[in-house]
T-cell receptor
Framework: GNSVTQMEGPVTLSEEAFLTINCTYTATGYPSLFWYVQYPGEGLQLLLKATKADDKGSNKGFEATYRKETTSFHLEKGSVQVSDSAVYFCALNIQGAQKLVFGQGTRLTINP | EAGVAQSPRYKIIEKRQSVAFWCNPISGHATLYWYQQILGQGPKLLIQFQNNGVVDDSQLPKDRFSAERLKGVDSTLKIQPAKLEDSAVYLC????????????FGPGTRLLVL
């Protein structure tokens, strides 16, 4: 089946630290991959996406590279800010099935 | 461009009562989704509409949940009767194509069943 596994949270970092949130997937087809972010009290917002192998998605200083050989889509940011505190969800969308499958989410807290 | 609208934002009911949630997607978006997000978990798709037709409702508990999208625009999700385990955030999302690449989410309705 299709599934997404994210690293266990919560993750707590200091401001300006380097961030990595791991995401691996299992898919029967050729998925597109996404990172969504959920700020406190708000709905999910698309952070970045990649639609094929070796694509790199980027937005707001965050990056993730679609690695087909390791079935991974790890989220990285070089220097986090307090405002990045949120829950981050990795997701895949199988072309043809056309629905999002989410990971369990990783809660990130950045301390000043 | 206005985003996905949902109401109410919060709802508290007792078990065995009924409740309804409303969603208005982004204008022109043909595909509408309802997700259930239980605390500490990722969203789980309940039902997907393409215009006013159901594309996927395989994970909708049909004995108590129902949804409709009359006229292919806004949608209503109903639970009758509610159970304690239905406590969750109900998210509505829309996309421009059938299962289009990017889904845009509303703020959600937080339901507490006592």
């Amino acid at each position: 089946g299709n599934s997404v596994t994210q690293m266990e949270g919560p993750v707590t970092l200091s401001e300006e630290a380097f961030l990595t949130i791991n995401c691996t997937y299992t898919a029967t087809g050729y998925p597109s991959l996404f990172w969504y972010v959920q700020y406190p009290g708000e709905g999910l917002q698309l952070l970045l996406k990649a639609t094929k192998a070796d694509d790199k998605g980027s937005n707001k200083g965050f990056e993730a590279t679609y690695r087909k050989e390791t079935t991974s889509f790890h989220l990285e940011k070089g220097s986090v800010q307090v405002s990045d505190s949120a829950v981050y969800f990795c997701a895949l969308n199988i072309q043809g099935a056309q629905k999002l499958v989410f990971g369990q989410g990783t809660r990130l807290t950045i301390n000043p | 461009e206005a985003g996905v609208a949902q109401s109410p934002r919060y709802k508290i009911i007792e078990k065995r009562q009924s409740v309804a949630f409303w969603c208005n997607p982004i204008s022109g978006h043909a595909t509408l989704y309802w997700y259930q997000q239980i605390l500490g978990q990722g969203p789980k798709l309940l039902i997907q509409f393409q215009n006013n037709g159901v594309v996927d409702d395989s994970q909708l508990p049909k004995d108590r949940f129902s949804a409709e999208r009359l006229k292919g625009v806004d949608s209503t999700l109903k639970i009758q009767p509610a159970k304690l385990e239905d406590s969750a955030v109900y998210l509505c999302a829309s996309s421009s194509n059938r299962g289009g690449e990017t889904q845009y989410f509303g703020p959600g309705t937080r339901l507490l069943v006592l």
